[in-house]
């Protein structure tokens, strides 16, 4: 069994993941849109993420926008239902090798987001912190010993 993170987007997947290449490092393995299955959808969630696999360090992260988050009012009533209205906080724990790249990524990440925790020394990590990137994803860095 493997167990791979996948983050839920509100129509801005294609964004979030250029931003992830950048700064995380992360390598785009797949992706693809709406409009490229083979099943109709609406006009306005052709172009948003359907299915998109990063491949971050040793990691794989999918992400995909959620239709009925990616369209308007009007366009929500043909396309998929919601999930039982159920939400669920899931938060990325990165394990970094350096301080200098946990620094890095902290402030990266920070821009456009919210510092939860500083970054900062404790007994387990000589660098650890928690920010909210502009994407509304949680990540928790932290440099090993």
Do not use: W
Request: glycine share 4%.
């Amino acid at each position: 069994m493997k167990i791979t993170p996948c983050i839920v987007m509100s129509g801005n997947a294609l964004e979030a993941i250029h931003f992830y290449e950048k700064e995380l490092e992360a390598n785009v393995l797949t992706i693809q849109t709406y409009g490229e299955m083979p099943i109709p959808c609406p006009e306005a969630l052709k172009e948003k993420v359907a299915n998109a696999v990063l491949r971050i360090g040793e990691s794989e992260l999918l992400l995909f926008d959620a239709p009925s988050q990616a369209v308007t009012k009007s366009e929500k009533e043909h396309s998929f239902p919601n999930h039982l209205n159920k939400e669920a906080v899931v938060t990325m724990h990165l394990t970094i090798e350096n301080v200098d790249k946990t620094k890095k990524l902290f402030h990266s990440l920070q821009d456009g987001g919210q510092i939860i925790a500083p970054l900062e020394a404790v007994p387990f990590s000589p660098a650890f912190g928690t920010v909210v990137d502009k994407f509304g994803v949680t990540f928790i860095l932290m440099t090993k010993l």
